[in-house]
């Protein structure tokens, strides 16, 4: 099955930047979505950026538009997330997630693979 490792989560102070990274293994990367989520105070999990199989489309979240940028790596197997000019709110715990086909949704998919969590954390 498939793995996801997440790494790059810590504690900054607003404005700050930090680089999220998830590592995949188990299928064949290049061909399915993959998307950041974090999780509400309700415990449920919103989508914060996506980007497609093959790289050419993203979405971010209305509350991070203009300020992060997604991008994926076939050769390593990986997706970055760069957080920049990061606020309070952004707090949270980020979770990678590879969809079960090429194209991305806002929904968390029933049949995704989740990596463990980061713990981004920014001070005011």
């Known amino acids: 099955q498939v793995q996801l490792t997440e790494s790059g989560g810590g504690s900054v102070q607003d404005g700050g930047s930090l680089r999220l990274s998830c590592a995949a293994n188990?299928?064949?990367?290049?061909?399915?979505?993959m998307g950041w989520f974090r999780q509400t105070p309700g415990g449920s999990r919103e989508l914060v950026a996506a980007?497609?199989?093959?790289?050419?489309?993203?979405w971010f979240a209305a509350f991070v538009q203009g300020r992060f940028t997604l991008s994926r790596s076939l050769a390593e197997n990986t997706v970055y997330l760069q957080m920049n000019n990061l606020k309070p709110e952004d707090t949270a715990v980020y979770y990678c997630?590879?969809?079960?086909?090429?194209?991305?949704?806002?929904?968390?998919?029933?049949?995704?693979?989740w990596g463990q969590g980061t713990q981004v954390t920014v001070s005011s």
């Open positions: 980007i497609s199989a093959s790289g050419l489309h993203t």
């Open positions: 188990g299928r064949s990367f290049s061909t399915y979505a």
């Open positions: 997630s590879q969809y079960s086909g090429s194209y991305y949704r806002s929904e968390p998919d029933p049949r995704a693979y």
